[in-house]
């Protein structure tokens, strides 16, 4: 990937590095928040859906959010453009295995160098996937198992230095905040993006901890089914009556998500919900003034193909 060239990935010292360097990154950059990312307007968002280790579309979402002037240096004389927000998540467990292996900690290691060049603007969002690869838990993806097949990929190319990446992703794992929360400014003044990978599923409202938006995750928050974040991060089948609900409670006027699958790459779950896949041949990314009024109809009219024809 051209926007790394200095990256060897695989060195443990280094994939570890980076990773770690993510992770103070996600923790120190001064729009975070308790759990979240906070940011305002003005300004320029590119939403993501789930990418799951598609380098192309990793590429061109850097490019679109005018990224890699932190990693790759600007041309003498050049000025450096004024970056986009970047919203990653869902970045590990693909589709494209070698001998049965995920190597997808590959996708995660550039996502975590973006992050440590770009505190402010890359927000790497947590997920199912990197939530299940931190504690363990079985996971399956078109019949693999995705979280053995990633370890075998780490032990495959690291050995006896596997652990010490496995920490380091850990770390970074740990470190991701759960949404980015955006003010608008401008004609838009007041109005409020909420980018998330899921909400939780209805019937985990009477469970699930509303104000973990307002502070920072405990390590219960993570345990699996009765945590507050793993509720958020693997919800699915939320409905009109439920976003209404999230609105008034977190003063939300538009979610942006990914998780769901959806076959166009993008779709509306009404009233306010854009639900965004990244990963597939018709992956999108939608890019948001964040000076206008947009709503969830607007953005998918807008939303960017990144797949075949995207050039």
């Not at 950059?29 to 968002?45: F, H, K, N, T, V």
């Amino acid at each position: 990937m051209p926007v790394f060239p200095d990256l060897n990935l695989n060195s443990a010292d280094d994939v570890a590095g980076v990773l770690r360097g993510g992770a103070e990154a996600n923790r120190t950059a001064r729009c975070r928040s308790g759990s979240i990312d906070q940011i305002s307007g003005p300004g320029r968002l590119i939403a993501t859906g789930d990418l799951h280790d598609n380098p192309l579309h990793l590429s061109r979402l850097v490019e679109a959010a005018g990224l890699g002037h932190g990693v790759l240096a600007v041309a003498p004389g050049a000025p450096a453009p004024v970056p986009s927000h970047l919203v990653l998540h869902e970045v590990i467990h693909s589709d494209r295995l070698v001998n049965g292996m995920d190597f997808s900690y590959r996708a995660l290691a550039r996502v975590a160098a973006l992050k440590a060049a770009y505190p402010e603007h890359v927000h790497t969002l947590l997920a199912n996937h990197e939530l299940a690869q931190l504690t363990g838990a079985d996971v399956m993806k078109g019949g693999v198992r995705c979280v053995q097949a990633f370890n075998d990929a780490l032990d495959c190319t690291f050995s006896a230095r596997a652990g010490t990446v496995r920490e380091a992703i850990a770390e970074f794992v740990r470190s991701m905040p759960l949404a980015l929360r955006v003010t608008c400014a401008g004609p838009a003044s007041g109005r409020v993006i909420l980018c998330a990978h899921s909400l939780p599923s209805p019937e985990m409202m009477g469970k699930f901890d509303p104000r973990i938006l307002f502070r920072g995750l405990t390590e219960d928050d993570y345990r699996s089914r009765t945590g507050s974040a793993y509720m958020m991060v693997w919800g699915r089948r939320y409905d009109a009556e439920q976003l209404e609900d999230l609105v008034e409670r977190w003063g939300i006027n538009l979610f942006l998500l990914g998780h769901d699958f959806s076959e166009e790459g993008v779709h509306v779950v009404p009233p306010n919900a854009v639900v965004l896949n990244s990963d597939h041949d018709r992956g999108v990314y939608l890019p948001v003034d964040l000076s206008e009024v947009l709503t969830a109809e607007q953005a998918v009219a807008r939303a960017v193909p990144l797949g075949h024809g995207a050039d």
